[in-house]
Structures are given as C-alpha cells and as structure tokens.
C-alpha cells in the first residue's frame, strides 16, 4: 500500500504540473484562433497597441504586448476584447476542460488509479440583440469524456467523481446533450423546449457544480433518489416561474429514456413520460440568505431491468415488470457567513432528502448533510471549500434482484472533502478525499484520493 500510496503522489504532482504548465486541450486553441478571426474586425495597419487588439492584420504579439490583451501597456484593452464584443451583439460562448486523477488507495474491489477528463462546450444566443425575436433564446451544449473513472473500483452506487463518467460511460464521442430554445413571455414566466439536459436541476449554493466546480460525488451534486425517473438527456418542454431572474417554480415534461447519444425522436414518448416540478424559495433566515426547494417526480414508464446510467452504477439485471415510478427530495442552503464587503462570497451548511418508491427505485431513501462555500482563509478570497456525509438506504425490493451479481445488498455512505485552489483566473486546482462505504456487504469500505484540475475558457 505505501507503494501504491507513494506512486499516486508523484502521479498528483505530476497532473498539477501539466495543468499549471498549460497544457491545453487542441479544441481550446481552436477556439481562441476562431474568437480573433471571426470577432476582431479588420483595419489599416495599427499604431498603437489597443489599435492592434482589434485588428486582424497586426496583433499584439507583434507590438511587444502579452498575446491574451494589451493590459501590459496600460492601453485599456482587456484579454477578453473579442468575447466581450460578441456578448454585446448576443452570443455567448464557454467551455471547461476538466482532468480527474483520482485512486483507490485501500478497499474497494480494487487498489487503483485512474485518469480521466470531461469536457463540456456551451454557447448561449439572445436573439433579441441578434435582431431576431425579443426574449427568444438558444442554449447549446456540447459534453465529451475520455480515459478512466475510478468510480467502478470502489464498489459503491454512486459514482465518485460524475463528470469522468458523462455523458456516456466508455464513449469518447462528442454528445449534443442540451438544445434548448425559451421563450420569454413576461420578465417572470418563461416556456422552454428541446433536448434537456437534466444536471442543472435540485440547485444548491454549496452541493452542485455539475461535479467540475464543487463536489466530485453524485451524492453531493444532486439528489441521486430521482435518477431512476429523469434521464439525463432527452426531448422535453416545460415552464418557468421566475423571481429576480432566478427560476422560483419549474415545471418540465420529458421523455422517460435517455437519448444522449441520439436526437430522441425515433422514441419520443414510445415508452410513457416523466415530469418533474421544483419549487425553490429564497429565505433570509438570521437576515443571511438561503433556499427552501422542494421537488417531486414521476414516470409512467413500464420497467423491466436497470438502464446503464452513468450516473448510478448498476448491473443490467432484469426486475419483475413495473409500471410508474416516483420520488420527493428537498433540499436547503443557508449562508452562516457573508463578506461584508462582497456580497457573492460567504459560507454555509447544506441538506438533502429524498424519497422514492421501493418497486423501481434501487434507492427507498437518501439524506446528505455538510458545509461549503467561499475560503475562511483572507488572503485566498477566490478558493472554495466542501465537506459533506450522505446516507443512501438501498430498496427492500430491488435489493434482492441486486444481490444475484453483486452479492448481499444493505445501505450505503459515504463522505467527501475538497478544497478548490484558484490558481488564477482560467485555471482551478481541486485535492480531494471520500470515504466509501459501499451498499455491497462483502466490499470493505474504499479510501478514495484525488486531484481534479479544471480549466474554464
């Protein structure tokens, strides 16, 4: 094990490296080349630095300036000219580019280390400002993966670190897992369609992040207990209440199956339908803020066996024939800190708790509990922290069917802390440990290590 242990930190050193060195992804240098000959307008020859910002026959390089703006000569141009530009005229464009090198360094079934990446592209369109139609939008995202997850050595349900495993377990293929057009009717009711991508659902300030930006395990980035119900990615349509620009009541009807890897209208609504319906209240509470919501679910899916989803490891084995599933969750945050002078940092402590029924659903109950939020430390005010335990009761009656590949099914938990080290103003840099103690009886608990580097652009 010291062995193990002693590789896996010169493996660590060695990925933090590579990401403080900038070792980027081809896709993000395309992007930056493509910002500058589509956005930057061309011009006669520039004389001053800022002139060369906007041109494309002399850039900055060229004038002695740093290559992402002309900040070193004080000319006012900002490393974000071009992207700023676009956003004025409607288009916005984002993407991460995410690293996972975690291990198992005692129990699970297997002492392991892994590396992995996801990545994800996101563009966002106002047609208002394009001159198209006033409160018409589009959002589009893009999700690759590649590599390893160290999800299946530990034994447990829930997958350990999310993101390595979406969209589709074992496929280096780019998916289209979100095209969605809304329609804004009022400043506070919206109506949206298209294919959905269901992650940013059961939003939480301090246990969300689409497992890139705060926790790594499922358990901690949402509510696990509706999984069996809302597919990951699927053709759907819905509304959306909203109260200062954030949705206070949500409402989406969509395609029971999951259609990541397809357009999803081959089997539109062949198999039923789910909805799913969220309501989350702001609160001031101690005159701090915080949320309140409460969701619930439900799928007139007939159910024959469990579906491969990455977002819940389970074998496919078949279960006596079932229609209609359903699950409750809630979840809350409240802040116990927030900077005086900046309202966007601060701390608090989290919960979840979910519900689902026995006949479908591999989970009967599921609670999560922690704390997260900006760095308590003054001199790193762009760090984040998490600590966070969850406790997942396993079905009476889907334990048994279970039980024939995996062996003896009770409950299980687990536990996760990460640090987030903003590196600097593209680049983060997560440690993270969990323990895991698997829902499989004959599987010690698993001591999970890791690292996750992000890099936003």
Request: with cysteine; charged share 15%.
């Amino acid at each position: 094990m010291a062995a193990l242990f002693n590789g896996f930190q010169v493996s660590l050193v060695a990925l933090c490296s590579l990401s403080l060195l900038g070792f980027l992804p081809q896709s993000l240098f395309a992007q930056s080349s493509l910002e500058q000959s589509v956005a930057c307008p061309t011009c006669d020859a520039a004389t001053t630095c800022c002139d060369a910002c906007e041109c494309d026959s002399l850039g900055c390089d060229s004038l002695g300036c740093d290559s992402l703006g002309c900040d070193s000569l004080g000319c006012g141009c900002g490393p974000l000219s071009c992207r700023e530009r676009w956003a004025q005229k409607g288009i916005t464009l984002n993407a991460n580019f995410t690293q996972f090198y975690f291990g198992v360094v005692d129990g699970g079934l297997e002492r392991s280390d892994r590396y992995g990446a996801h990545s994800d592209y996101v563009a966002n369109f106002d047609m208002g400002k394009l001159g198209v139609q006033e409160g018409l939008f589009l959002k589009i995202r893009a999700e690759r993966r590649f590599g390893q997850s160290v999800s299946g050595d530990t034994g447990a349900l829930l997958p350990a670190t999310l993101a390595a495993d979406l969209p589709v377990a074992d496929s280096d293929n780019l998916y289209l897992t979100n095209f969605v057009i809304t329609q804004a009717l009022s400043e506070s009711f919206i109506v949206f369609a298209g294919k959905v991508d269901t992650l940013d659902g059961d939003v939480n300030a301090f246990a969300h992040g689409r497992g890139i930006r705060q926790f790594s395990n499922v358990g901690f980035v949402a509510n696990p207990i509706a999984l069996r119900t809302i597919p990951y990615s699927s053709l759907g349509m819905g509304f959306a209440y909203l109260l200062d620009g954030e949705p206070l009541l949500s409402f989406l009807l969509i395609n029971p199956t999951d259609t990541t890897n397809s357009s999803g209208f081959s089997e539109l609504f062949s198999e039923g339908a789910a909805i799913s319906t969220e309501l989350r209240v702001p609160t001031q509470f101690g005159n701090r803020p915080g949320h309140q919501l409460f969701g619930v679910t439900y799928s007139t899916r007939d159910y024959v066996s469990f579906d491969q989803d990455p977002r819940i490891i389970l074998p496919s084995v078949p279960i006596a024939r079932s229609s209609d599933s359903w699950s409750a969750y809630w979840n809350m945050d409240q802040y116990l800190h927030v900077d005086p002078c900046d309202a966007k940092r601060g701390w608090g402590y989290f919960g979840r708790l979910g519900v689902g029924d026995d006949g479908n659903n591999p989970l009967a109950f599921f609670g999560s509990v922690g704390l997260g939020g900006s760095s308590p430390i003054a001199r790193r005010p762009q760090d984040s922290f998490g600590v966070g335990y969850y406790y997942a009761a396993s079905s009476d009656e889907i334990g048994p069917a279970l039980s024939t590949l995996l062996g003896p099914i009770g409950d299980g938990q687990g536990f996760e802390t990460f640090y987030n080290v903003q590196a600097n103003n593209w680049l983060t840099v997560t440690p993270d440990f969990q323990w895991v103690s698997p829902a499989r009886r004959n599987v010690d608990d698993a001591y999970v290590l890791g690292v996750r580097a992000n890099i936003s652009f």
